[in-house]
Structures are given as structure tokens and as C-alpha cells.
């Protein structure tokens, strides 16, 4: 539940980011115009909707697809193939960062360490 409300608000903050930046190019942009098209707050508008549309695709297409690209159940597979504490901590320091905080590898890992600390 954490984890969501983090990327919500990651998300939010990614959206409020980008809004600005969109109207900053915007004004920007109409600040280099030609003495003949006028700078209205019109064209301010169209132009910063113009790069938020652009944000949205790109967010769509690039940001969206980052983070879990891996197969829980396989990762755990992995895991469970480790005959030792080394082995176990190969395979970790072999895991990208979201599998490491995935919730459920982070408990089968905690399992399997318990376990072979006790041997």
C-alpha cells in the first residue's frame, strides 16, 4: 500500500514538473516570435498544451515501461537455486533494484538467508 501512495505521488510530482516546464517552453517560444504573430496568452496556452500532449506520449511510451521488466516467479526461482549464504548473496547483488524491493523476493530471500545462517 506504501509503495503505491509513493509512486501517486511520484506521478503527481512528475505532472506538476512537467506543467511547469511546458509553460516555460511556451512562453519561451513566444517570446522569440516574429514582430508580425502576436504573443497572446492564447498561443501561450497552445503551445504548453502542444508540450504536455508530448509529455503524455513520451510518459506513455518510455517512463511508464521502466521499473518491473522481470518475472517475480522467476526471480524467486532463481533464489531458491542457491545452496549458500554466498550463493544467495550473489544472485542479490545479481537482481536490479526493483527486485530487490519487490515484497515477495524480499521475503523469500529473508527466508532463505535465516536458513542458511542456521546451518
Do not use: P
Not at 18 to 35: D, P, R
Not at 41 to 55: C, G, P
Request: one cysteine or more.
Amino acid at each position: 500500500m506504501e509503495e503505491k501512495i509513493l509512486k501517486d505521488a511520484q506521478y503527481r510530482k512528475g505532472l506538476s514538473i512537467a506543467f511547469f516546464n511546458a509553460t516555460n517552453s511556451a512562453i519561451s517560444m513566444c517570446a522569440g516570435m516574429n514582430v508580425h504573430e502576436k504573443a497572446t496568452l492564447e498561443k501561450v496556452i497552445e503551445l504548453r498544451d502542444f508540450f504536455l500532449e508530448e509529455h503524455k506520449n513520451y510518459y506513455a511510451k518510455v517512463i511508464a515501461n521502466v521499473g518491473q521488466n522481470y518475472q517475480s516467479k522467476d526471480t524467486i526461482k532463481k533464489l531458491k537455486k542457491t545452496k549458500n549464504i554466498d550463493d544467495l548473496k550473489s544472485v542479490w547483488l545479481s537482481l536490479s533494484e526493483d527486485e530487490r524491493r519487490d515484497g515477495d523476493i524480499l521475503k523469500i530471500k529473508a527466508e532463505l538467508k535465516e536458513e542458511y545462517e542456521k546451518a
